[in-house]
């Protein structure tokens, strides 16, 4: 039988197979706040048109904003609105009254799509019927009228000429964040407009490649690059708009290259400079994508420089990067050992690295006695790194040697005293048959840890968790007594205790609700609620229910204009 919902679940269905987006989409992007406010501007939309792909329109606020909604699939919902909190890269109300005129339209959409797709046709076959001097005309007054249509014209005629003088030039034009810098800084709301000038410099680039100007692209590519990492550093990037730049830049320089064939050692030289330098933040290069370029003549060459690099500096991270990829990529696994071995880590996480590259080398051996060594060697507070104990630990049950993984677990204890070290050594040695002895040495650690410390505000003594784990209750109460416990775990205790100890559990019980009546709030409310049917429970097997009975008649009188804690009373007949 279909629930009732079902039709609705239909509508929108069908809804969204027209507009590609639904309620809940928009409400995603935009936020509670900004939806609900959106539902307010739906009238204040105008001028709606749609395309493939898009829709814009005018919204009415503060002033007309110019509103575009980007249909890139489904789950791919965008849109730009150059209202302020829309140019900050938010999907802000304007678009939410855009999207909501859609879905009510969502019927005419198609036929609106239709309409556009004719309307591009007929101005198509318009162009095509153009004569050669009215065209010129047609792009005169628009390159009269648009700045940026004038631009990518002039540089797409330069590099048609020849011109590679005119080419650089308009390249460190469009790389140029003068003009965006208002304050000396490309703020946030003018940094897409910023990173979509310096496309159009690499998309220029591009054009030189495919019009058999390869060995040209290459050297403006790599000067793009070098201009665009000394103005990075004055651009607010939140968006990533740069680093798409960057991206699309290497893209060009490869292409460049495949096409070019450059000399193998200079490009393999160029490589290896640009990925040490501070370049490589912005266009990530590798140099393993060269390797059809470089040939093996090249790639010796990037090898022979990336050591030479990383012994002149052994512990720079793009130096031992660049070398560990390399060796990955030959399967030279004692070359990656080598690199990390040259710059250990105090607390062994160096060493498990090592192990691993090991291990999965189909090294065992070599790969344990690295684990051992980063256990030995790992120096400072808090150390081994707990990943390389439980991966020695590990090895060492696989091995069936369990009764070493004792001493590393113990070992463990002792420098951070936790429950989950305390459980992991009782693992361990449990799987070793000798917990008992292990036992009583780790209680006696936490014990002495107790006595010097007071419970806080994150948590009481572990030798209580370690004993409520082992379910040890009579002694996590007295540990409880004699150290002090924290609220958590006097509540743990209380709750294992109840049938034992129903009088003491009582007691922690009644203390820990007091609190509670003086505070609001359904979470509270549910909180005090459990305690008072723990209580009561107490009394039960106290057999003094009418205690109770009192006590929870006078809370009522004290708490009754608690509406929802009376309602959760009655519910529990309280």
């Given amino acids: 039988m279909p629930q009732s919902g079902a039709p609705a679940l239909r509508l929108n269905d069908r809804v969204s197979r027209k507009t590609g987006f639904n309620e809940n989409d928009l409400r995603a992007l935009a936020g509670p706040r900004s939806f609900e406010r959106g539902q307010g501007y739906v009238d204040a939309v105008t001028a709606m048109e749609v395309g493939d792909g898009w829709i814009t329109a005018t919204v009415h606020g503060t002033d007309a904003y110019a509103v575009e909604l980007s249909l890139g699939g489904p789950g791919r919902l965008g849109g730009e609105c150059d209202c ?87 390249i460190r034009e469009l790389l140029d964040i003068t003009p965006f810098a208002r304050y000396g800084y490309v703020e946030y709301a003018d940094a897409r407009a910023y990173g979509e000038q310096a496309a159009q410099a690499v998309s220029a680039i591009t054009a030189l490649t495919s019009t058999g100007r390869a060995e040209d692209a290459i050297h403006l590519s790599r000067e793009a690059m070098r201009q665009l990492s000394e103005v990075q550093d004055g651009i607010d990037d939140s968006d990533g708009q740069l680093s798409e730049v960057g991206a699309a830049l290497a893209e060009a320089h490869l292409d460049a290259c495949r096409t070019a064939r450059p000399d193998p050692d200079e490009t393999g030289r160029w ?100 684990a051992e060594r980063g256990i030995e060697e790992a120096s400072g507070p808090g150390t081994p790194d707990i990943a390389l104990v439980d991966y020695l630990c590990d090895r060492y049950t696989r091995a069936d040697r369990l009764s070493d993984a004792v001493a590393p677990r113990r070992d463990t204890l002792a420098a951070r005293r ?152 009655d519910r529990h007949g309280m």
């Fill in 271 to 370: 490589l290896v400079r640009h990925v040490l330098s501070d370049l490589d933040d912005l266009t990530g290069i590798d140099p393993l994508d060269y390797a059809d370029v470089l040939g093996e003549q090249g790639m010796v060459t990037v090898r022979q420089l990336a050591v030479e690099a990383w012994r002149g500096n052994r512990t720079g991270w793009a130096e031992k990067y660049l070398l560990e990829r390399l060796a990955k990529a030959g399967n030279d696994v004692d070359t990656v050992v080598a690199v990390h071995a040259a710059d250990l880590a105090h607390d062994g996480s160096t060493h498990l690295v090592v192990a691993r590259e090991l291990d999965t080398a189909g090294r065992p051996d070599e790969s344990l006695r690295w």
């Fill in 84 to 170: 302020p909190y829309g140019m900050e890269g938010n999907f802000c109300k304007h678009l939410v009254a855009l999207g909501l005129t859609a879905l009510a339209e969502a019927a005419a959409l198609p036929r609106q799509r239709s309409r556009a797709r004719s309307r591009a046709q007929k101005l198509d076959v318009w162009l095509a019927g153009l004569s050669r001097d009215e065209l010129l005309a047609l792009v005169r007054e628009q390159i009269a009228e648009d700045r940026q249509v004038r631009r990518r014209l002039e540089l797409r005629a330069a590099s048609a000429r020849g011109d590679l003088a005119e080419v650089r030039t308009r």
């Fill in 418 to 569: 936790s429950l989950a070290t305390y459980q992991q050594l009782r693992t361990a040695a449990q799987a070793a048959g000798c917990w008992q002895a292990e036992r009583e040495r780790a209680l006696a650690l936490l014990r002495a840890d107790a006595q010097q410390r007071q419970p806080s505000w994150y948590g009481g003594p572990a030798l209580i968790d370690a004993l409520l784990d082992d379910e040890d209750i009579a002694a996590a109460w007295q540990a409880a007594a004699e150290t002090g416990a924290h609220d958590r775990q006097w509540l743990a205790l209380a709750d294992q205790a109840r049938a034992s100890r129903p009088s003491d559990a009582l007691r922690v019980y009644l203390r820990l609700a007091e609190p509670l009546t003086k505070q609001t709030g359904n979470t509270v409310y549910e909180q005090l609620t459990s305690l008072l049917l723990n209580i009561r429970d107490c009394h039960r097997r106290l057999g003094t229910e009418d205690e109770f009975q009192s006590y929870v008649a006078a809370l009522r009188a004290t708490q009754r204009r608690k509406r929802n804690l009376m309602r959760l009373l």
